[in-house]
């Protein structure tokens, strides 16, 4: 379960709206809870009430009240004061903050034009992963907050998220070169009224209104505004028959950096999910999380899956694609955790098809592509993810596709085949990272074979085990010869170079594998049996 710190709080909420003005016991301190406090809270409180949260909000308090109540924690206890106050008054070198430096309590200062109706819920929804953990994109508790900084990150640039009314709903973290609109935005204020003009006189708003293309709008020297790019939330009906349901908009400001080069499919893909994010209430949102985990197959078995797919939005038929996606143990990749990639998946997904969904089962990830239009650009599509998580997050991964998966009762079969693809190829880091059950059978049926026979003790061959134990007790390399001899289809020169010693050294190593095992290598039978056995530890778990 993780910990939220109070410089993991102040990160959240944009040092547009809150600055850290004193910290005597750090910014690592840990806060798991906060609450809005009153003037008459604080003074019937002064000198004896246990605070009940970790952070104090002080709404309406003047700041001599909380000169004085900061001075009254002195004599209290650690636990009798809170960790953290937030306030509209304080500045640096204010009284308010000497006193809080005295007191031990960190002071936070909020802008005088934040709104706390909007700081107080998003405080909560922060401080909430400290009791359910940090969701990702593809989990029932994901949020709009969620969704701005993974698109931030993914098209890096600064987000927001505004309904229909340009009322901020969420926001990423902002830099140095935020301009003023931005801020404005954030702390719930109207933007400049030239700039809106000048957006209406562009045409932007009818673009966003009318379509949805991510619509470039260049900075504006004279209006102190950098450039954007933005794209419209909307909601197609689920016939089809009805114009899409405008939402709002998600906006990207450039900072001071350029844009990702794929940063209108992300805009894309973030808009898809903000209008579900949007139009569903959170128990529908922890509902939608489980019906697609159902229909996965991984809530257990009896789903009444046309019910399901009706709750979804799904078509009744295909064709469709199931694809999923597995990390390479050992890969190298700083941001290559299961969330992050899960959240960066289904923004692609969600740009490649809007009706798309996608969740995380035991570590791997599923995405469900209905009625594509063709199996090559669903093969293209996941290769071009692959090497762009390779090159982005330096993260190997392996995707497995299942196509013409005629109605969703099918995907969770889908699953199952792509799961024995991945089981089958989950460690190779080289050739197809691409694949299908069909092109890699060989190797599925392999794996599986191997598994199998693994899991009987009574068809161990223990002459194999007694090579293993001559070659640790007298450090010599049989397995490695005999191995390599195999592999060149008994061709012992070419067995000799690839072990690189004299063929006649290699004829005499075999010669003693022969006599230790007790096998004829010359003998075709014998030959199969040894290769699966040596095969047998490689492939076996704990090995």
Same mark, same amino acid.
């Given at each position: 379960?993780?910990?939220?710190?109070?410089?993991?709080?102040?990160?959240?909420?944009?040092?547009?709206?809150?600055?850290?003005?004193?910290?005597?016991?750090?910014?690592?301190?840990?806060?798991?809870?906060? +609450?809005?406090?009153?003037?008459?809270?604080?003074?019937?409180?002064?000198?004896?009430?246990?605070?009940? @949260?970790?952070?104090?909000?002080?709404?309406?308090?003047?700041?001599?009240?909380?000169?004085?109540?900061?001075?009254?924690?002195?004599?209290?206890?650690? +636990?009798?004061?809170?960790?953290? *106050?937030? /306030?509209?008054?304080?500045?640096?070198? @204010?009284?308010?903050?000497?006193?809080?430096?005295?007191?031990?309590?960190?002071?936070?200062?909020?802008?005088?034009?934040?709104?706390?109706?909007?700081?107080?819920?998003?405080?909560?929804?922060?401080?909430?992963?400290?009791?359910?953990?940090?969701?990702?994109?593809?989990?029932?508790?994901?949020?709009?907050?969620?969704?701005?900084?993974?698109?931030?990150?993914?098209?890096?640039?600064?987000? !927001?998220?505004?309904?229909?009314?340009?009322? *901020?709903?969420?926001?990423?973290?902002?830099?140095?070169?935020?301009?003023?609109?931005?801020?404005?935005?954030?702390?719930?204020?109207?933007?400049?009224?030239? =700039?809106?003009?000048?957006?209406?006189?562009?045409?932007?708003?009818?673009?966003?209104?009318?379509?949805?293309?991510?619509?470039?709008?260049?900075?504006?020297?004279?209006?102190?505004?950098? $450039?954007?790019?933005?794209?419209?939330?909307?909601?197609?009906?689920?016939?089809?028959?009805?114009?899409?349901?405008?939402?709002? /908009?998600?906006?990207?400001?450039?900072? %001071?950096?350029?844009? !990702?080069?794929?940063?209108?499919?992300?805009?894309?893909?973030?808009?898809?999910?903000?209008?579900?994010?949007?139009?569903?209430?959170?128990?529908? @949102?922890?509902?939608?999380?489980?019906?697609?985990?159902?229909?996965?197959?991984?809530?257990?078995?009896?789903?009444?899956?046309?019910?399901?797919?009706?709750?979804?939005?799904?078509?009744?038929?295909?064709?469709?694609?199931?694809?999923?996606?597995?990390?390479?143990?050992?890969?190298?990749?700083?941001?290559?955790?299961?969330?992050?990639?899960? !959240?960066?998946?289904?923004?692609?997904? @969600?740009?490649?098809?809007?009706?798309?969904?996608?969740?995380?089962?035991?570590?791997?990830?599923?995405?469900?592509?209905?009625? =594509?239009?063709?199996?090559?650009?669903?093969?293209?599509?996941?290769?071009?993810?692959?090497?762009?998580?390779?090159?982005? =997050?330096?993260?190997?991964?392996?995707?497995?596709?299942?196509?013409?998966?005629?109605?969703?009762?099918?995907?969770?079969?889908?699953?199952? +085949? *792509?799961?024995?693809?991945? %089981?089958?190829?989950? /460690?190779?880091?080289?050739?197809?990272?691409?694949?299908?059950?069909?092109?890699?059978?060989?190797?599925?049926?392999?794996?599986?074979?191997?598994?199998?026979?693994?899991?009987?003790?009574?068809? $161990?061959?223990?002459? *194999?085990?007694?090579?293993?134990?001559?070659?640790? %007790?007298?450090?010599?390399?049989?397995?490695?010869?005999?191995?390599?001899?195999?592999?060149?289809?008994?061709?012992?020169?070419?067995?000799?170079?690839?072990?690189?010693?004299?063929?006649? /050294?290699?004829? =005499?190593?075999?010669?003693?594998?022969?006599?230790?095992?007790?096998?004829?290598?010359?003998?075709?039978?014998?030959?199969?049996?040894?290769?699966?056995?040596?095969?047998?530890?490689?492939?076996?778990?704990?090995?």
């Amino acid at each position: 379960m993780d910990v939220v710190t109070l410089g993991a709080l102040l990160d959240a909420l944009d040092s547009a709206v809150v600055g850290l003005l004193e910290a005597p016991t750090g910014d690592d301190v840990v806060v798991t809870t906060a +609450e809005l406090v009153d003037g008459d809270e604080l003074v019937a409180g002064r000198n004896a009430r246990t605070p009940l @949260s970790d952070v104090y909000l002080l709404v309406g308090v003047h700041e001599d009240d909380a000169v004085t109540w900061l001075h009254s924690l002195g004599s209290t206890a650690p +636990e009798a004061r809170p960790k953290v *106050v937030m /306030t509209k008054h304080a500045a640096r070198r @204010s009284s308010m903050a000497a006193a809080a430096r005295r007191a031990g309590v960190a002071l936070v200062a909020v802008h005088p034009d934040a709104r706390w109706n909007q700081l107080f819920p998003l405080i909560q929804r922060v401080l909430r992963r400290t009791r359910v953990g940090d969701p990702d994109l593809l989990a029932a508790e994901t949020d709009l907050f969620d969704l701005a900084r993974i698109t931030a990150d993914n098209a890096a640039g600064m987000v !927001s998220i505004e309904d229909v009314h340009s009322h *901020v709903l969420a926001y990423s973290a902002s830099d140095e070169t935020a301009d003023e609109l931005r801020t404005l935005s954030i702390l719930g204020r109207e933007g400049p009224q030239d =700039y809106l003009r000048a957006l209406r006189d562009w045409g932007v708003f009818d673009r966003l209104r009318d379509s949805d293309d991510v619509v470039d709008i260049p900075p504006h020297d004279e209006l102190g505004t950098e $450039h954007r790019l933005a794209v419209s939330i909307r909601q197609p009906s689920l016939d089809g028959t009805l114009p899409p349901r405008n939402l709002g /908009t998600i906006w990207l400001q450039q900072g %001071n950096t350029a844009f !990702s080069d794929d940063a209108a499919d992300v805009l894309r893909g973030a808009s898809a999910i903000a209008a579900t994010l949007i139009s569903r209430t959170l128990d529908a @949102s922890t509902t939608h999380g489980v019906l697609i985990q159902r229909l996965f197959g991984a809530r257990g078995t009896g789903v009444d899956v046309p019910s399901i797919a009706s709750a979804l939005g799904l078509p009744v038929d295909g064709p469709g694609a199931v694809i999923g996606f597995a990390l390479v143990p050992g890969s190298s990749a700083p941001v290559a955790d299961l969330a992050t990639m899960g !959240s960066a998946l289904r923004l692609h997904a @969600s740009a490649f098809r809007r009706d798309s969904i996608a969740t995380i089962v035991d570590e791997r990830a599923y995405v469900l592509l209905p009625r =594509y239009s063709s199996p090559t650009a669903v093969t293209a599509w996941t290769r071009q993810l692959v090497a762009h998580f390779e090159t982005r =997050y330096r993260a190997v991964l392996h995707a497995a596709i299942a196509l013409d998966i005629e109605h969703p009762g099918r995907v969770a079969a889908a699953r199952t +085949e *792509v799961d024995r693809v991945l %089981n089958g190829t989950a /460690t190779s880091t080289t050739g197809t990272r691409v694949t299908t059950l069909a092109e890699s059978m060989t190797a599925v049926l392999l794996g599986e074979s191997l598994t199998v026979l693994h899991s009987h003790p009574e068809l $161990h061959d223990p002459r *194999v085990q007694a090579l293993f134990e001559y070659d640790e %007790n007298k450090g010599s390399s049989l397995r490695q010869s005999v191995e390599a001899f195999l592999y060149e289809h008994g061709d012992v020169r070419a067995a000799a170079r690839r072990v690189q010693v004299h063929p006649n /050294t290699l004829r =005499y190593r075999l010669r003693r594998v022969e006599q230790i095992v007790g096998i004829d290598l010359s003998d075709r039978a014998d030959r199969l049996l040894l290769e699966l056995q040596l095969a047998l530890p490689r492939n076996s778990p704990g090995r």
